[in-house]
């Protein structure tokens, strides 16, 4: 059995003792005008996708938008161990569940803004206003049709743990965030037994395990496996510079959850300085920075946008309708913990292989 990491294992120790203790009032929104032109963001977010965003931001604004990079895990860790002292006034991670982690342990601001309800649907949003998705990734089945028969073509998360897939199958190791919330979220729709009948299927199939969706793409587009999991957008990428690009897609789970949607996602740290241009941005973000273009958050990395009211790319209506998972985003974090865990327990790869 592969074995944890050592950073990945202070992430799970951290999972696991992550409590509910935020209880700060609700922030009321009258967004005067800040002495600071300026507003730190740490940001799991490639910052080559959200540079020209940011760039319109400034020109609209004024305020400076400075950077710092990190994966979603580790900007949780960063931040929990900086306190009170951290330099960032807010975060931007690539999951749900990693910024309700954050929300879970009291260091966001509850942010009371009716721009932002008006802009963000419910399930898109913490319920208590500790943070907000402001772009859409649904995490689906992609497959060769020149190796995948029809009658093959699977349809669902479970479907992949068929033996029919042995040797066939490529997945982003269990290291990723990306591959933490899918299995979060099978925990939460069927129950801790199915998840892991479903992972160890998986598991058993022998598969290779590759740290880039786009490298999965491509290596199922050689050959070298039929069938893998990534998000919608990578897909997207693509095909908007090759539209004869052999992979096909397919919305998984939509006869039974609907197919798994996570966000990127926005919070104010309780300490931050320059909180009103934290928030600023924020709205920015889920009403002027929203669309199609390549400088709004969604345009930018062909993602869909949070706010529906927003254009989407023709390019992505063309990848179909889908039925989405109804799950609440909170509920990524709350399960993050067990899904770790059986990621170990199955003898799922943490490493490229």
């Keep these: 059995m592969r074995r944890i990491p050592q950073s990945a294992r202070v992430f799970v120790l951290l999972l696991v003792l992550l409590t509910a203790t935020a209880c700060a009032a609700p922030l009321s929104i ?18 080559g996708a959200v540079e020209q965003v940011m760039q319109r931001f400034t020109a609209d604004t004024g305020i400076e938008v400075l950077i710092s990079q990190g994966s979603s895990q580790s900007l949780v860790e960063r931040i929990l ?64 049709p020149a190796t995948v028969s029809e009658d093959e073509i699977p349809t669902s998360y479970a479907d992949l743990a068929d033996p029919r897939w042995q040797d066939r199958l490529c997945l982003r190791p269990a290291s990723h965030i990306y591959t933490i919330a899918l ?25 290779i395990f590759i740290n880039s969706d786009t490298r999965i793409l491509e290596t199922i587009a050689a050959g070298g496996c039929d069938v893998g999991i990534v998000n919608h957008y990578y897909l997207a990428n693509i095909l908007e510079e090759n539209p004869d690009f052999a992979v096909k897609h397919v919305w998984a789970n939509q006869e039974t959850t ?8 926005f919070g104010v740290l309780q300490s931050a300085r320059n909180k009103d241009n934290a928030i600023r941005l924020l709205e920015w973000l889920a009403t002027e920075g929203q669309g199609a273009t390549s400088d709004s958050l969604p345009g930018s990395n062909n993602e869909f946008p949070a706010n529906p009211a927003a254009d989407v790319k023709p390019l992505l209506a063309e990848l179909g309708e889908w039925r989405v998972d109804p799950l609440p985003m909170a509920e990524y974090g709350h399960n993050q913990a067990a899904a770790l865990q059986l990621l170990e327990r199955v003898g799922y790869g943490f490493d490229e292989n």
């Design 183 to 207: 299995t979060a979220g099978i925990i939460a729709n069927d129950g801790l037994e199915e998840a892991e009948r479903i992972v160890q299927g998986w598991v058993d199939n022998n598969p």
């Design 81 to 144: 161990a900086e306190g009170a002292q951290t330099p960032a006034d807010a975060v931007i991670t690539i999951d749900g569940g990693s910024v309700q982690l954050l929300a879970d342990e009291g260091v966001l601001e509850a942010v009371d803004s009716e721009v932002l309800t008006a802009a963000i649907p419910e399930m898109l949003r913490s319920p208590d206003g500790y943070w907000f998705g402001l772009s859409q990734r649904v995490r689906t089945l992609v497959y060769n």
């Design 258 to 265: 609907g197919v798994h949607r996570n966000v990127v996602a």
């Design 30 to 47: 009258t967004t005067p005008a800040s002495e600071s032109k300026v507003v730190n963001v740490y940001s799991a977010r490639h910052y």
